[in-house]
């Protein structure tokens, strides 16, 4: 099925750097807020400095929607707190981390958790994006049944049957 409806949207992710007490680092990244609309501020500008939080604008994402993932959208907007996976990696230099992805879909965000990215969390979604993946989801999903499959018992498959009669 072709997607004719408005399948991406770009939004503004802020990260936080917070100040830790550890004798190896001294912060950590954390993602901190999506904004949509997405500001038009530089990737990397600096919107607040305190002694153990700095907020920094990381930039812009695009957050795509695909008519096979409708279901998790539907689970996550059914959740009671919809989100937005953010998915960055930190760089060698202590910048502020690049992004990977953002993602509505909760499978594939939980999965951001085992690839190896270091800044990951689930954020808040926006009132406008519940409403854009809603239309979504209400223009695309199709509900499937669950079918198991039948396993064919011609080649003899693992069932053994009882014998009868004499050997």
Same mark, same amino acid.
Request: charged share 30%.
């Given at each position: 099925m072709s997607?004719?409806?408005?399948?991406?949207?770009? #939004?503004? /992710?802020?990260? *936080?750097?917070?100040?830790?007490?550890n004798p190896w680092i001294d912060h950590v990244w954390v993602a901190h807020t999506v904004l949509y609309p997405a500001p038009e501020t530089a990737a990397g500008t600096l919107l607040s400095s305190e002694q153990a939080l700095t907020l920094v604008y990381a930039g812009l994402a695009s957050v795509e929607l695909f008519v096979s993932e409708t279901g998790n959208y539907r689970d996550n907007l059914q959740s009671g707190a919809p989100s937005l996976w953010v998915a960055a990696r930190t760089r060698a230099d202590g910048g502020t981390p690049e992004f990977v992805r953002v993602t509505a879909d909760p499978? $594939?965000? $939980? =999965?951001? &958790?085992?690839?190896?990215?270091? /800044? /990951?969390? *689930? #954020? %808040?979604? %926006? %009132? *406008? &994006?519940?409403?854009?993946?809603? *239309? &979504? /989801?209400? =223009?695309?999903?199709?509900?499937? =049944?669950? #079918?198991?499959?039948?396993?064919d018992r011609k080649d003899g498959g693992t069932r053994h049957e009882p014998q009868r009669g004499g050997a």
């Open positions: 997607q004719s409806m408005d399948a991406i949207r770009e #939004l503004g /992710v802020v990260l *936080a750097r917070r100040s830790v007490d499978t $594939e965000g $939980e =999965a951001y &958790f085992e690839s190896g990215n270091d /800044v /990951v969390a *689930a #954020l %808040p979604m %926006p %009132p *406008a &994006f519940i409403e854009w993946i809603s *239309a &979504f /989801v209400e =223009a695309y999903h199709v509900e499937r =049944a669950f #079918l198991k499959r039948k396993r």
